[in-house]
């Protein structure tokens, strides 16, 4: 069975940082694309920042470009997201997804989910 969790969510005020991690099972992420994902309340889910498993490329939001960083430990079979600077609008639920696709941008380009992780805020 795939499974991903997500955790490290939580509240947070304007300007400070938070990190999340993605712990996945049935599946080995040096295999697989992995990318994170949010969705606001009335908005459509958005990638937020993407690494790939074959070729050495990042992708990552242009909100979020410079204060979001993706990272891969393969031997923990985790991919975490550290968020600094962050802003109210980045309030979401986050979201880890995985896909065999050598890279990918798109929520359908994506196979496997995580069921999120709350992040709210402050201002």
């Known amino acids: 069975q795939v499974q991903l969790v997500e955790s490290g969510g939580g509240l947070v005020q304007a300007g400070g940082s938070l990190r999340l991690s993605c712990a996945a099972s049935?599946?080995?992420?040096?295999?697989?694309?992995m990318g994170w994902f949010r969705q606001a309340p009335g908005k459509e889910r958005e990638s937020v920042a993407v690494i790939g498993w074959s070729v050495p490329r990042t992708y990552y939001d242009d909100s979020v470009k410079g204060r979001f960083t993706i990272s891969r430990y393969s031997a923990k079979n985790t991919v975490t997201l550290q968020m600094n600077s962050l802003k109210s609008e980045d309030t979401a639920v986050y979201y880890c997804a995985a896909t065999s696709r050598d890279m990918a941008y798109t929520v359908a380009d994506f196979g496997s989910w995580g069921q999120g992780t709350q992040v709210t805020v402050s201002s």
């Open positions: 049935g599946l080995t992420i040096s295999s697989h694309t």
